[in-house]
């Protein structure tokens, strides 16, 4: 290894298992100091146990403004410092959005939105006080957010919209937090975890050689986006699967008509038309026919 966050100190959510865990891991084994989240404590607990002195558990609801104010703390209180936030915690709850119930569409909502935006805020207003005081950070964010998010996937509204808006703050984030030394980042990954082990079944570890669905694949992008060597990156959104990495493109300003004054209603359908001419197909939402 080499040492690429040796001496930093870095907190992940959602760290008991999955993607979570192998980036607690990845990073610990870079020279970082570890703040292993989740909600199950008893998973954080023996996640943190196994890396060692460098790692601290935390139990905190990363949704709960509290909690995650507790967890930010933690990192200063146990380490001196924080340097990465890598925010990955969350649950599916799937359905199609004609049988998908408030209680489903809330819960996802806060456990992806509010669980990125709390301990982002609360480790945002740390920074902020470093920069202050003249100590610059060279802070990191990395956001979780999903294929799902960026194309949009059937049966899961609530999980493409939660994971849509990871998106966007991370645009907002990375343009509101440079002037602190903060950069903030977001992947897409695709792994085989407790998560999509439904979605993933047909892929099974192989006996030898490449596991390409194994999280550990997503965690080396992660490690390096939270070194001080990603400082000119921000504001992206990475998709990380096996030994792919590859930069999403953005929703960007597309073809355009401009009249100049108001358009009557009866007058757009063949300025739609030629739009959608001039424009790519968008690309697929995932599972659909
Ligand atoms: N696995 C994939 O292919 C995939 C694809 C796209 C996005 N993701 C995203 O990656 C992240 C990690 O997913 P995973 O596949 O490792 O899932 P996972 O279920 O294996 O792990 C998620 C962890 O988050 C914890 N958690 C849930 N709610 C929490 C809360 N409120 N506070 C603290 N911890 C909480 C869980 O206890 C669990 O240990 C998620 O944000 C997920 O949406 C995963």
Known sequence: MSGLCQGRVVVVTGAGRGIGRAHARAFAAEGASVVVNDVDGDAAAEVAEAVGEKAVANSSDVADWAGAKELIDTAIEHFGRLDVLVNNAGFLRDRMLVNLGEDEWDAVVRVHLKGHFAPLRHAADHWRAEAKAG?????????????AGLLGSVGQGNYS?????????????????????VTVNAIAPAARTRMTEGVFASMARPDEGFDAMAPENVSPLVVWLGSEESAHVTGRVFEVEGGKVSLAQAWRHGPAVDKGERWDPAELGPVVKELLERAPEPEPVYGAS
């Open 135 to 147: 100590r610059t950070p060279q802070a990191r964010v990395i956001n979780t957010s999903s294929g």
């Open 161 to 181: 919209a939660a994971k849509a808006g990871i998106a966007g703050l991370t645009v907002v984030a990375a343009a509101e937090l440079a002037r602190y030394g």
